[in-house]
């Protein structure tokens, strides 16, 4: 009772912020992700063991993250009939805690593991649904490319789809690392009691409908177009909740007018998720 399996980490184009849901990783609103392979995650979970035990890089995970480990095992178990427990490891090729969304490939790969290896064979919709039980936005991990998670108040109906297109491989991701450290968990608790917020959802959906559009019909401009517009008004709403936020560093400032005069050459370049080392989960 032993499989391994990858994933890859994801970038938030339209990123949800908030959750409508906490206890079931249910989102306020829609998010949109592209995948950032070739960097994976690749994770084994091996059953018959006397307690539930992780690993990530060789470290065992912390407190947060081992409760979420847990409750994405404890679903294969009661789906499998299984009653042990499990040894998970985990192994990034890719820095973690840059903005990359590397809770996403892990709670992906954790969720196609322990269902190989509880000898399920569950289907991609499903395998979606239970990789959101340990990160939202692994649910869009699991199915890869441009992906398109859908809220609902049913949790069976909070699953992503993939979104059809034509350039997802001509693509290329640069990360520009800015040295800072927070978890993002605060701010999707507190995201509700900023002003803003209710603005975003009021104007979240027709976002969302233009970048569908823009991904099928291989318009590359304006998805990231869009993406950088999200990545600033996801930062309005943060910095105006009860914490005041700022993840922008001088150095962030520097990147983002470095994209801009890029494009003023014509070099195609937009930037999202213009943020700090932080615990990406949207």
């Given at each position: 009772m032993k499989a391994s399996a990858r994933a890859h980490p994801i970038q938030g184009l339209i990123k949800y912020h908030g959750l409508r849901n906490p206890a079931l990783n249910i989102p306020y609103h829609d998010s949109i992700s592209v995948c950032t392979a070739p960097s994976e995650t690749r994770t084994t979970v091996a059953f018959g063991h006397e307690i539930d035990t992780c690993c990530v890089n060789g470290s065992p995970i912390d407190d947060e993250g081992y409760e979420r480990v847990t409750t994405v095992l404890d679903l294969v178990r009661d789906c499998s009939g299984?009653?042990?427990?499990?040894?998970?490891?985990?192994?990034?090729?890719?820095?973690?805690?840059?903005?990359?969304?590397?809770?996403?490939?892990?709670?992906?790969?954790?969720?196609?593991?322990?269902?190989?290896?509880?000898?399920?064979?569950?289907?991609?919709?499903?395998?979606?649904?239970?990789?959101?039980?340990?990160?939202?936005s692994a649910a869009r991990s699991v199915t890869g490319g441009f992906s398109h998670l859908r809220t609902s108040e049913h949790?069976?109906?909070?699953?992503?789809?993939?979104?059809?297109?034509?350039?997802?491989?001509?693509?290329?991701?640069?990360?520009?690392?800015?040295?800072?450290?927070?978890?993002?968990?605060?701010?999707?608790?507190?995201?509700?009691?900023?002003?803003?917020?209710?603005?975003?959802?009021?104007?979240?959906?027709?976002?969302?409908?233009?970048?569908?559009?823009?991904?099928?019909?291989?318009?590359?401009?304006?998805?990231?177009?869009?993406?950088?517009?999200?990545?600033?008004?996801?930062?309005?709403?943060?910095?105006?909740?009860?914490?005041g936020w700022v993840y922008w560093q001088p150095e962030t400032l520097e990147l983002l007018q470095l994209a801009r005069q890029l494009r003023e050459t014509g070099i195609p370049v937009e930037y999202s998720r213009v943020s700090n080392r932080s615990r990406s989960d949207s």
């Open positions: 299984i009653n042990s427990h499990a040894r998970v490891v985990s192994e990034n090729n890719f820095e973690s805690n840059i903005g990359l969304g590397a809770s996403a490939s892990a709670f992906a790969a954790l969720a196609l593991a322990a269902t190989e290896a509880a000898g399920l064979d569950l289907p991609r919709k499903e395998l979606s649904r239970l990789a959101r039980c340990g990160s939202t949790a069976e109906d909070c699953v992503a789809e993939r979104i059809s297109n034509t350039f997802e491989e001509d693509i290329r991701i640069i990360v520009g690392v800015v040295p800072e450290y927070k978890r993002t968990s605060r701010a999707h608790m507190e995201t509700p009691q900023s002003h803003l917020f209710r603005g975003r959802l009021a104007h979240i959906h027709s976002e969302l409908a233009e970048m569908r559009d823009a991904i099928r019909s291989g318009d590359f401009g304006s998805t990231f177009e869009l993406a950088e517009r999200d990545s600033l008004n996801l930062l309005a709403v943060t910095m105006t909740g009860p914490d």
